[in-house]
């Protein structure tokens, strides 16, 4: 007989909670990042809670600096918890506990076999060609049998018959044979759970009505209805959650994402790419969701459009370009004096963030990072005599310095220094000499900043000030 699951119907009474529950084996990645979110907006837009789990139970891979990348990033990100967060290994004697109960009613039992006999038993099954899998020895003997203090494990006692239909809410109906599934151990021989146990006994306990993670995770909801459905048999109020598993990320080329690709940690995107957490929110929750050709969706219309209908079925694929691209619009609608203290920090000590925040209208036009920003940003700071880069020097070469000392002398003149008033003069000056603005241009850009490439000169010229515009452009036209 088949058995149904995850029918949304079930769900229309209960307020919605959602959770992102990483391992903190390492920091917070792309796809992670991407699961907390669809988790935060489908809560958020349904107006339910979204709580947060750390699974530590890996106490050999688990880390402090891990945790804390991963709390960071998601506050970075602006993804906030209805609830402080719960650490999975404080909760070992619970998880124990419901074993012990699906144990006396029935519904798992003591295994007493030896590691030696479990491997003799793979070793014979790949021999066979058969899968892997427990075959189930201790489901129906008596314990009573295994020698008097031998160590055992429990294992859950799982349906041997019919198949269980889940209807996901991203993959559509899935369907498996309840003898796909061997009876797999919930309680190790050291007392402790596994992680089969762990996630079921605390979604419940959290009171977590929809599952939402990546589709790797697919094959675990079928091992992990059993016991739902075994502790909802023994003491009732154990529904099944809604189901929705995410495809995973692809790199730009299709292959599974790695390094290579931007699966990095939340904190590189910032530290490293220069990347603000709106650009990424954004990018992220078009990264296998859609609302037509939108490419912009601010924070607060995506928890108003977000459901789980826009999520694709097929990976989406991570690319670089698109982010920087997103991030520069970001960048040209960010408060001038936020960016400002930003990259300050990027500079260092020699910034000042008040001609920051006066120069950020024009030098976050074209850039796409926040190191674009800074390193447009760097002849504003640059110290006497002025580093050239080797195509800027060459600016200066020929009569170029000999036009210099004219545009000194007729800036020198020029007592109002707005870029209008400037760019009148320095016009005037280029059809006294017979020459296009740009031959003007060209050798003041170098002079004035050390490189080919700034802001308008004009602007350069206000940013900079009088004194010091007019001391770089004397020194270049020595």
């Not at 939108?294 to 989406?316: C, H, M, N, W, Y």
């Not at 707005?418 to 241009?441: I, M, P, V």
Request: contains cysteine.
């Amino acid at each position: 007989m088949a058995s149904e699951s995850s029918s949304p119907a079930a769900s229309k009474a209960r307020e919605v909670v959602t959770r992102f529950a990483p391992s903190p084996t390492g920091y917070l990645h792309i796809g992670g990042a991407r699961t907390a979110l669809f988790n935060w907006l489908y809560a958020r837009h349904h107006g339910g809670r979204t709580l947060l789990r750390i699974e530590d139970t890996d106490a050999k891979r688990s880390t402090q600096d891990a945790i804390d990348a991963i709390i960071e990033g998601l506050a970075w990100l602006g993804l906030d918890y209805d609830a402080p967060p719960v650490f999975q290994s404080d909760r070992a004697e619970r998880h124990a506990e419901v074993a012990w109960q699906l144990l006396n009613a029935g519904h798992a039992y003591k295994c007493f076999a030896t590691a030696e006999e479990l491997e003799a038993m793979r070793a014979e099954q790949r021999a066979n060609k058969k899968p892997l899998r427990y075959d189930g020895r201790w489901r129906d003997r008596d314990p009573a049998e295994a020698p008097e203090g031998a160590p055992f494990t429990i294992r859950l006692k799982t349906p041997t018959e019919g198949e269980v239909t889940i209807h996901d809410q991203v993959q559509g109906a899935v369907t498996v044979k309840n003898e796909e599934i061997d009876d797999y151990i919930i309680l190790r021989a050291d007392g402790t759970p596994t992680y089969m146990l762990a996630v079921v006994v605390d979604d419940h306990d959290m009171g977590v009505t929809h599952v939402i993670r990546g589709d790797d995770h697919l094959n675990n909801a079928f091992r992990q209805l059993p016991i739902i459905r075994a502790m909802n048999e023994i003491e009732g109020g154990w529904p099944d959650p809604v189901y929705a598993h995410i495809p995973l990320i692809h790199g730009s080329d299709g292959a599974k994402l790695s390094k290579r690709h931007g699966a990095l940690g939340v904190e590189a995107y910032r530290d490293e790419f220069g990347i603000l957490p709106e650009a990424l929110f954004n990018y992220l929750l078009r990264l296998g969701w859609g609302h037509g050709d939108r490419e912009e969706i601010t924070r607060e219309e995506a928890t108003q459009l977000f459901d789980l209908a826009g999520v694709g079925k097929s990976p989406s694929r991570f690319d670089m370009k698109k982010l920087e691209n997103l991030n520069g619009h970001y960048l040209r609608e960010a408060d001038d004096a936020r960016l400002a203290a930003l990259v300050a920090a990027r500079i260092g000590e020699a910034a000042d963030v008040d001609l920051l925040t006066r120069a950020m209208p024009v030098l976050k036009v074209r850039a796409k990072n926040l190191d674009e920003v800074a390193d447009g940003a760097g002849f504003l700071f640059a110290k006497h005599p002025l580093e050239m880069t080797e195509k800027a020097a060459s600016l200066l070469e020929g009569d170029a310095r000999s036009i210099l000392r004219k545009i000194h002398g007729a800036l020198q003149a020029e007592n109002d220094w707005t870029s209008e008033a400037l760019e009148a003069t320095t016009k005037s000056l280029a059809e006294e000499l017979g020459l296009g603005l740009g031959k003007l241009a060209q050798p003041m850009r170098a002079a004035l900043t050390g490189t080919t490439t700034s802001p308008g000169i004009f602007d350069v010229l206000v940013l900079l000030g009088r004194d010091e515009a007019l001391a770089r452009l004397d020194a270049q036209a020595a």
